[in-house]
């Protein structure tokens, strides 16, 4: 950790949580100093050490995994087993220990570990612990189980991407699980502020369905005020034309909008067809709507005969909207993103070299920062359970003697 | 949880969800418009619900003079500046901080407030292209394509939510405010997951796939994602391991009741079955019968059913059917509120249940409040002096 003091430092967060919706959470958490320790256990590690590629030279093993390092970066790595008294005992102490539990198990599950809010909140009145799920811990649905991916489907996105005449479009990943860990995050963070302030603790019912709405929820004010639904429609928008993806000669699509007659009349400067500006056909917003197709054929033209940077670079010194389409790998050498410095590179104890995701925000006084690579599976048991909740090395040995952390 | 801050919020259309948050949160906040903006569009009724509105033109002196006077008494700002915005001097950080050290004040911009094209102007499309998202939807072969609705706004929102509350945390403990400064386009790229441990790992720039899996099947085989049902559309997918086998066992058992032809199905090893395996040839002929069921299904009779059966697979949701699902009407997600003119206004509720319970929105979008009110209710006098 560097000298600056982190906004966070000092908060404690114990996670029990697997794949993104939890793990991401305590993330964002340990970007800006929070020390988070993630549990697992060696009979069943987080499904992201394991269940989905990339892994390391394309060979799966529980270190290997490419997703799990991009949500656990910055965090340490506990084993417990949680179907052992002794494992149990450990995860007791560390709640206690904890100003923020996260988990996103199915509902009751951890109830059934014994280790659910109301005990909780007795070990530690000022704990606020979060519960992500699918559904939401009540409701008729409460427990049916569910993958990210599909539940973006429940909540609109995926009917919402595509053409009208086509099926509907997946969205890469759990899409909605990101959602659902950025407003938990918030959530969190709301209620530890009030633990400091009040000593109060909280409990959090965060439904990642619910989440996602969030994110539509002028579409679903609209349905219930005109009864209008809106449609999945490619790239267009009901009010602006040009508004569109374009094809250019490097292989790479630009995207263009314009949002007035006045960004219409530079955009057909730059196409070197300023006679299109007076034009009846595209003269006004209306009539380019109308003539969507025929206009979208000419952008086209000429951006065939562009690179994607550059023509960017030139619409947007024009003051028209303008950005190319970056791929995954263009990501990583964006000149805004870099001078950013969203990636982090990490040595990872079993990977390499690995870039870590650092955060969309900068803070003025508390930068924050990728302080590791993700951990190995069970890499910090001795480290937590002896420096930071204090047990004595006999006390862990005996503790791993009664398998606890297996 | 946090009845104790007040916000201002005068951020532009990306940082609009940031203040619903920290209102659905607890917090006060007061939307800032200036008088001719015109409210009357769902997305604004949606992203103000829970605020209170103050007409104020921040371009006239009057409304600056104004501002300066709330501003000491403020927790959190939020805004929308870019460089050489007519009111970038007055909301400078730095002019700001002195005024009130313990302001935070959250900039929610397309590209971040600093940096080669800080000043670039991007609205949804270009946000949503910036930040990989576009470049992993749409099919194979086609066009990238954004969500017909705008998200980078929401994924911008959030983050700008999150970083104010990091920052009032460190406040809480330091009493020192800070400035927070969002990248929308930063933001976008959660949308991809973990997509950029393809390219950092192995050197494989992941595509978009439409509406099939790929890359599942070591003989190149896709996967049928989405399905027509009897009124619209089903995503489902025929995965292996635990998961995949209850909810294909579950299938099976489910058309055996209604008597549907199971076809090359009967002959299926679901205990064995691995996807990773099949052929193109077989993943046709074993999708064709499931694919004959899910036509005589209705999108609510899916959802019901897989769920009782605890299967994976949700119906495509149109906003008919999300406004009308029985989930969440029982967790009481949907909110109304009374609007100015006495009519009713739906919405959706506070994010979160906290503590058993779902705050209630305190205010409909719109619900002005005067200047004069205002001050009062922060304590500060007429007659205290401005600063400069």
Not at chain 1, 325 to 338: E, G, K, M, S
Not at chain 2, 270 to 278: E, S
Not at chain 2, 315 to 336: G, Y
């Amino acid at each position: 950790m560097s000298a600056i003091s982190q906004a966070l430092a000092g908060v404690k967060v114990a996670e029990f949580g697997a794949y993104a919706a939890g793990p991401h959470i305590g993330k964002m958490l340990a970007t800006f100093g929070a020390t988070v320790v993630h549990v697992e256990s060696r009979s069943r590690p987080d499904g992201f050490r394991t269940e989905y590629p990339p892994f390391k030279d394309g060979k799966p093993g529980l270190d290997r995994g490419g997703c799990f390092a991009i949500f656990n970066d910055s965090k340490r790595a506990v084993t417990l087993d949680l179907k052992n008294d002794a494992g149990v005992n450990l995860a007791r102490r560390l709640i206690s220990w904890s100003d923020i539990v996260i988990e996103n198990m199915r509902p009751e599950v951890m109830s059934r570990l014994n280790l659910g809010y109301d005990v909780a909140r007795k070990l530690n009145p000022g704990v606020v612990m979060i519960s992500s799920c699918n559904m939401g811990q009540t409701g008729p649905r409460a427990h049916t189980p569910g993958f990210g991916s599909q539940l973006s489907a429940l909540a609109g996105f995926c009917g919402l991407t595509g053409s009208s005449d086509g099926p509907p479009q997946l969205l890469y990943g759990p899409y909605i699980d990101f959602i659902a860990s950025s407003l938990g995050a918030a959530a969190v963070l709301a209620g530890l502020d009030r633990q400091r302030r009040t000593g109060q603790g909280a409990r959090i019912d965060l439904a990642q369905y619910e989440s996602g709405l969030m994110f539509i929820a002028g579409s679903l004010l609209e349905y219930y005020t005109s009864g209008a639904e809106t449609e999945r429609a490619r790239n267009s928008d009901p009010h602006v034309a040009p508004h569109d993806a374009f094809p250019c000669r490097d292989g790479r699509w630009l995207v263009i909008s314009c949002w007035s007659d006045r960004e219409f009349h530079q955009l057909a400067k730059i196409l070197g067809r300023s006679e299109l500006d007076e034009d009846p056909n595209f003269v006004t917003v209306d009539a380019r709507k109308a003539n969507e197709k025929a206009l979208s054929t000419i952008i086209g033209e000429w951006s065939s005969s562009q690179d994607a940077s550059e023509a960017a670079a030139q619409l947007q010194a024009m003051r028209v909207h303008a950005y190319p389409v970056n791929t995954i790998a263009d990501l990583f050498h964006d000149p805004q993103l870099l001078y950013r410095r969203i990636w982090r590179r990490r040595r990872h104890g079993a990977i390499g070299d690995i870039a870590c995701y650092f955060s969309a925000f900068d803070l003025s006084d508390t930068p924050g920062d990728v302080t590791g690579a993700a951990p190995l599976l069970g890499a910090d048991n001795e480290y937590v359970f002896c420096e930071l909740l204090g047990l004595s090395g006999e006390q862990y040995a005996n503790y791993q003697s009664l398998g606890a952390f297996e | 949880m946090l009845s104790a801050y007040r916000v201002l919020d005068v951020s532009n259309r990306v940082g609009w969800l940031a203040g619903r948050l920290l209102a659905d949160l607890g917090a006060d906040v007061i939307r800032i418009e200036a008088p001719d903006v015109n409210i009357e569009n769902s997305d604004w009724q949606a992203y103000h619900v829970n605020k209170r509105l103050l007409r104020l033109d921040l371009h006239m002196p009057d409304g600056q003079a104004t501002f300066d006077r709330l501003l000491a008494s403020i927790d959190v700002l939020i805004e929308s500046v870019q460089p050489g915005d007519a009111i970038a001097q007055h909301l400078d950080w730095n002019r700001l901080r002195t005024a009130n050290p313990r302001l935070i004040q959250v900039s929610v911009t397309p590209f971040g407030s600093k940096g080669p094209r800080a000043g670039w102007g991007a609205t949804d499309i270009e946000l949503m292209a910036a930040g990989g998202a576009m470049s992993l939807a749409g099919e194979p072969d086609g066009a990238p394509m954004r969500v017909t609705v705008p998200q980078s706004y929401g994924w911008a929102g959030a983050q700008a939510a999150i970083g104010a509350l990091t920052a009032l945390v460190h406040r809480t403990a330091n009493g020192v405010g800070q400035h927070v400064d969002v990248s929308a386009q930063a933001a976008v790229i959660l949308a991809s997951s973990h997509a950029a441990a393809f390219w950092d790992m192995e050197g494989i720039n992941p595509t978009r796939c439409g509406a099939y899996l790929t890359g599942r099947s070591i003989k190149g085989a896709r996967y049928r994602a989405f399905w027509p049902c009897a009124d619209g559309y089903l995503n489902f997918m025929v995965y292996g391991g635990p998961a995949g086998r209850r909810t294909n066992t579950q299938l099976m058992e489910w058309m055996r009741e209604r008597g549907a032809p199971l076809g090359v199905l009967e002959r299926i090893d679901w205990i064995r079955f691995d996807p990773k395996l099949a052929t193109q040839e077989e993943v046709d002929a074993l999708e064709e019968p499931i694919a004959q069921f899910f036509l005589t299904l209705t999108k609510r009779e899916f959802l019901d059913e897989a769920s009782r059966r605890e299967m994976l697979g949700y119906p495509v949701s149109t906003m008919a059917d999300i406004a009308s699902d029985p989930q969440l009407s029982a967790r009481d997600f949907w909110q109304d509120v009374v609007r100015p003119d006495g009519s009713l206004q739906r919405h959706c509720g506070s994010f979160a249940v906290i503590d058993g319970v779902r705050a209630p929105l305190r205010h409909a979008p719109g619900e002005e409040v005067d200047v004069a009110t205002l001050l009062a209710e922060l304590g500060i006098g007429c007659t205290e002096r401005q600063f400069a």
